[in-house]
């Protein structure tokens, strides 16, 4: 090859490959608005929130990001909203031990945040964040068991090294609570503690709290 | 010093070389942070929105300084305009000085990132490309100022060699992929999507350019080689870069809400991105054997070449273990990413910015010899350094992909229970890489100036 070969190589094949990528991108375009929800204005003020406290700074998104805090993608599929705000309007008043700082969002921000997050939960991302094995695997000993897991209390809770961080580790919870005190707890965390940021199951039937808080006063 | 112009490149490095400390000091603080969050008056985001920006704007600035040097030398001429370059040094000097400021304004008082003329302020929170607007502009401004002083200098002279040609192409592509990180989009999606043209299209296409055209010129004045093979060469390189890299952007559409035929094109031409990086490692070993002339500038050529290695290695090996999506599935977005982007700039871009110093020290200094024993012992520092921290995030990215993608278990519990070590390994070897850069850095003050039997 000569390098006037080489050269027209270089300068017709970068030009038709580019071509190639601007057309992708106008498809790529015109398919995207379909894989996710429409926009509100909600939507695109939480996302200029995002941006204005550099969130990205420390976390990841769609899994591009700082790689210092848990991915946003699929947050709030995966904790109540209610939690969220709170947590990020004051994180170390949920959670002593966060390593998020208090960054002074006012509460409509928070709201608008909460829509924009809602909304890339929502993302078509082709399956990403990949299901885990172990949570599919999973056996349970007692109905009580059964209900931790499919209310996914270990979203926010420690059970032998397993689970989120947000709220105590309960494995060895049993001693601390008397079984009624700890069903009512459950039901609406608020009557018993104030300003109590566990979500309330009061969803869950009478006999299901009862076997819950069964199981949990079987930790220690 | 030969020419006047110099003064130019040698302010461009001088600048360089600040801003690679400054990069790695806060470096060492984020890295203390994983294990110690409260450890710094500024939080996390603040110091690696410096750490990474410190980054890209030194190699930028090594860019500009490499290229103004390099086209002056191939054109044996002066600058087309020495005010104007040095006016666009200064002018550059100031925006970033600027931008930093505002930062750290941001870093203290978040709310002080307001929205005016309907955009932020202080920091538009994409990372790398957190500059706001007024900055952007500045930015694109400087650039091309740069590219007219440096482009009007070859056309001066009507020689264009080749490796003018592609360092111009590849600063030019590089400016022009600037700009679709400059506007805001509504919809995240595109937020990103745009956001990559910018950083793979540089990384991976742009920079590589003007790295190829570097290697060919470096080879050439260092060995002596012919010029018309080694531009053959280099048309090879460069070509097959753009083949595998522009299409390679696909690496990033995987997970982004991008439509599905993305996981097709990108693990196809990303997976074939390492072969032109094999072909720079094999062009440059075999182009040793061509030389004309004894080489003097041995620093010169070591860095080089370990720089060729280390694109191989950082770019080819760490970028394409992970870049097909049925791996990427679980290593996306975990300290993998972290762990090749570490090896990769260090060893394609930091590396290539610290060689064209050392080919340039002995014309800037106007010496002929120096002594170059503190070049090696910095590179070792260095590079040690920074592999002991690409096995430690590599490690601490296995276990992460693992136990979080695969079994489960919490980001946090991850992070501090699990991967403890790995993080407090991280930092020791920072400050190692620390030594490295002082010795550097101090090399780059004194080499050339002091008397060449005091040598140590
Ligand atoms: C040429 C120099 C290169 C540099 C400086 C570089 C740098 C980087 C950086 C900094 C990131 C992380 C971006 C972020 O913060 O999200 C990244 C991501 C990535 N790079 Fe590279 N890269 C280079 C070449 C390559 C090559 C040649 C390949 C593969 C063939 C590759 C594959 C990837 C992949 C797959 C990701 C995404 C990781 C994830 O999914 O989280 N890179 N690169
Ligand atoms: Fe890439």
């Not at chain 1, 459950?186 to 104030?194: D, E, G, Q, R, W």
């Not at chain 2, 939080?43 to 300084?65: D, K, P, Q, S, Y």
């Not at chain 2, 929205?115 to 694109?140: H, K, Q, S």
Request: with cysteine; hydrophobic share 50%; proline share 4%.
């Amino acid at each position: 090859m000569s390098k006037k070969t080489a050269k027209n190589f270089f300068i017709y094949g970068s030009i038709f490959f580019f071509l190639v990528l601007v057309v992708l991108t106008i498809d790529t375009m015109i398919r995207v608005p379909k894989r996710a929800p429409v926009i509100t204005a909600e939507v695109d003020a939480g996302k200029k929130v995002w941006h204005k406290y550099d969130c990205i700074g420390c976390h990841t998104i769609m899994g591009n990001g700082s790689y210092f805090a848990p991915d946003m993608t699929n947050v709030a599929g995966r904790k109540p909203k209610d939690f969220l705000k709170k947590f990020i309007l004051d994180p170390r008043a949920i959670n002593p031990k966060a390593a998020m700082p208090k960054l002074g969002l006012n509460e409509k921000e928070a709201d608008n945040l909460m829509a924009f997050l809602e909304w890339t939960s929502k993302v078509d991302t082709n399956k990403w964040p990949p299901k885990p094995v172990l949570a599919a695997a999973r056996k349970e000993a007692s109905t009580g068991q059964a209900i931790y897991q499919n209310q996914n209390c270990a979203a926010c809770h420690i059970v032998g090294g397993i689970g989120g961080t947000a709220g105590p580790d309960l494995t060895r919870i049993g001693p601390k609570w008397k079984s009624e005190e700890l069903t009512r707890y459950l039901k609406n965390p608020a009557s018993v503690k104030t300003a109590s940021a566990m979500p309330g199951f009061a969803h869950l039937s009478e006999q299901e709290l009862k076997d819950l808080s069964d199981y949990l006063l079987t930790l220690q | 010093m030969g020419y006047e112009s110099h003064k130019i490149a040698n302010n461009f490095f001088t600048s360089a070389i600040l801003l690679f400390l400054i990069q790695i000091v806060v470096g060492i603080i984020a890295a203390l942070q994983f294990v110690w969050p409260d450890f710094f008056i500024l939080n996390f985001n603040t110091i690696r929105t410096l750490h990474i920006n410190a980054l890209v704007v030194w190699l930028l600035l090594g860019f500009m300084g490499a290229s103004y040097y390099v086209i002056v030398e191939e054109s044996e001429t002066e600058l087309w305009s020495i005010p104007l370059a040095r006016f666009q040094f200064w002018a550059t000097i100031l925006t970033v000085g600027l931008v930093v400021i505002g930062y750290i304004i941001m870093g203290f008082y978040p709310q002080a990132n307001i929205t005016v003329f309907g955009t932020l302020l202080l920091n538009e929170g994409r990372e790398y490309i957190e500059a706001p607007r007024w900055a952007d502009i500045l930015i694109v401004v400087s650039v091309l100022l740069f590219l007219l002083n440096t482009t009007m200098t070859a056309w001066k002279t009507r020689k264009f060699t080749d490796v003018q040609g592609v360092l111009i192409a590849g600063n030019l592509f590089l400016a022009l992929m600037y700009l679709p990180g400059v506007f805001y989009t509504k919809n995240m999606i595109m937020d990103q999507f745009w956001w990559w043209w910018v950083i793979h299209l540089w990384v991976e296409g742009a920079w590589e350019l003007i790295a190829a055209a570097f290697l060919a010129f470096s080879l050439h004045k260092l060995l002596g080689a012919d010029r018309t093979m080694l531009a053959k060469w280099m048309y090879i390189e460069v070509g097959l870069v753009m083949f595998t890299g522009i299409l390679g952007l696909g690496h990033h559409y995987y997970w982004i809400g991008t439509p599905a035929y993305w996981l097709w094109i990108g693990g196809i031409f990303s997976a074939l991105e390492p072969v032109p990086l094999v072909l720079m490692v094999w062009d440059s070993f075999r182009t040793t054997k061509y030389a004309t002339k004894p080489v003097e500038n041995r620093v010169g050529l070591f860095y080089t070449i370990s720089h060729v290695v280390f694109n191989f290695v950082g770019a080819g090996l760490w970028g394409v273990f992970h870049t097909l999506p049925q791996i990427n599935k679980y290593t996306h977005g975990t300290q993998i990413t972290t762990a090749h982007g570490h090896i990769a700039f260090y060893g394609v871009y930091a590396l290539l910015v610290l060689a064209m110093i050392y080919i340039a020290l002995p014309t800037l200094r106007g010496v002929k010899q120096f002594n170059q024993s503190r070049g090696y012992v910095a590179f070792w520092w260095m590079t040690i350094s920074m592999i002991f921290i690409t096995f430690s995030l590599t490690g601490a990215g296995l276990v992460q992909s693992y136990l979080e993608r695969v079994m489960g278990l919490d980001y946090v519990t991850v992070k501090s229970a699990y991967n403890h070590y790995f993080w407090i390994f991280r930092a020791v070897f920072g400050v190692g890489f620390l030594v490295g850069v002082l010795i550097f850095v101090k090399d780059f003050f004194v080499a050339g100036k002091e008397p060449l039997a005091k040598a140590s």
